[in-house]
């Protein structure tokens, strides 16, 4: 089954402790993002990546870090988290980028405290 | 000139109405205007997308209308379900470019039985 999966679906941390939300799709597509949707906000990227070892920072990149080393996986990493980064995430696969139709997965949940 | 305005944030319709959701746009190089829909609990997943040279495209009870000269677009759904309660997004983007997507903020729709 073509599909985006992210881990954790729920995960709440404490300020300043490092953290990584994996994010893998199998449909062998070049262009992945990471996205923040908060409420009155609606969805804003965060990083983009167009293709293994070529990442681009997105609208709201700042706090997060990201690594394309292989094509299926683009994982979010925040090195030090604060609370304003308590947010749903998504991270979205598509064969390039906003040219077609975006995949998305089922979404991570972070709470900072 | 790169936001998607949309409006409005929360709609509520009988079972068997018209919702409408519209979004509105500045930059004149957006040149694909889709329409996300996403359940609570579950990422976005495309419903409908137009690219500027027809003015509507319609697929089952759903149909994007779209105004060029007033930079305009809008999702309509005819005879509304409860099923169809959600949250909608509009979205624009390029076809060349960055190929990023800039999303609306979204409507919350609920269709009352």
């Known amino acids: 089954e073509a599909q985006v999966t992210q881990n954790p679906r729920y995960l709440i941390t404490v300020t300043g402790k490092k953290l990584t939300v994996t994010c893998s799709q199998n449909?062998?597509?070049?262009?992945m993002s990471w996205y923040r949707q908060d409420p009155g906000l609606g969805l804003r990227q965060i990083y983009y990546?167009?293709?293994?070892?070529?990442?681009d920072k997105g609208d709201v990149p700042e706090g997060y870090k990201v690594s394309r080393k292989e094509k299926r996986n683009f994982p979010l990493i925040l090195e030090s988290p604060s609370p304003n980064q308590t947010s749903l995430y998504f991270c979205?696969?598509?064969?390039?980028?906003?040219?077609?139709?975006?995949?998305f997965g089922q979404g991570t949940r972070l709470t900072v405290v | 000139q790169q936001q998607v305005k949309q409006s409005p944030q929360s709609l509520i319709v009988q079972k068997g109405g018209i919702s409408i959701i519209n979004c509105a746009y500045e930059?004149?190089?957006?040149?694909?205007f889709p329409w996300y829909q996403q359940f609570p609990g579950k990422g976005p997943a495309l419903l409908i997308a137009?690219?500027?040279?027809?003015s509507e495209k319609k697929e089952g009870r759903f149909t994007i209308s779209f105004n060029k000269s007033a930079k305009q677009f809008s999702l309509h759904i005819m005879d509304s379900q409860p099923g169809d309660s959600a949250t909608y997004f509009c979205?624009?983007?390029?076809?060349?470019?960055?190929?990023?997507?800039?999303f609306g903020t979204g409507t919350r729709l609920k269709v009352l039985a």
């Open positions: 979205a696969s598509s064969p390039h980028g906003g040219k077609t139709e975006a995949f």
């Open positions: 137009i690219r500027p040279d027809v």
């Open positions: 979205a624009a983007s390029t076809l060349s470019g960055t190929y990023k997507y800039i």
């Open positions: 930059n004149t190089a957006f040149d694909y």
């Open positions: 449909m062998n597509h070049e262009y």
């Open positions: 990546s167009m293709n293994v070892e070529v990442t």
